[in-house]
């Protein structure tokens, strides 16, 4: 079963950077599709990021596009979220999740692995 633990978050000013990451248990971790979503206070999960098995297909929200970057490196069992040009909006807690795919979802409802989440926190 895959267990996956974000770092990374913190508190930054707008137009900062921040680099997530996400280490998963499993040594399968090739195996899986990863995504990056995030939660604000009263809203919905939405999804932020995906990349496919072996990193050759990435997908963007249209909100972060241009301006935050999923890879991943399958010898360290990460994925990574590398977020530039922060804004206040972009506050939210932010989760990792993995599926046995090809191709990542772009809904929750396509993943049955999240990591506990870490909170980005972008100031004005």
């Known amino acids: 079963q895959e267990q996956l633990v974000e770092s990374g978050g913190g508190f930054v000013q707008a137009g900062g950077s921040l680099r997530l990451s996400c280490v998963a248990s499993?040594?399968?971790?090739?195996?899986?599709?990863m995504g990056w979503f995030r939660q604000a206070p009263g809203k919905e999960r939405e999804f932020v990021a995906g990349?496919?098995?072996?990193?050759?297909?990435?997908s963007y929200a249209d909100s972060v596009k241009g301006r935050f970057a999923i890879s991943r490196d399958n010898a360290k069992n990460t994925v990574y979220l590398q977020m530039n040009s922060l804004k206040p909006e972009d506050t939210a807690v932010y989760y990792c999740a993995a599926r046995a795919l090809v191709i990542p979802p772009t809904t929750p409802a396509g993943y049955n692995y999240w990591g506990q989440g870490t909170q980005v926190t972008v100031s004005s």
């Open positions: 990349i496919s098995q072996k990193g050759s297909y990435t």
């Open positions: 499993e040594r399968t971790f090739s195996n899986y599709a």
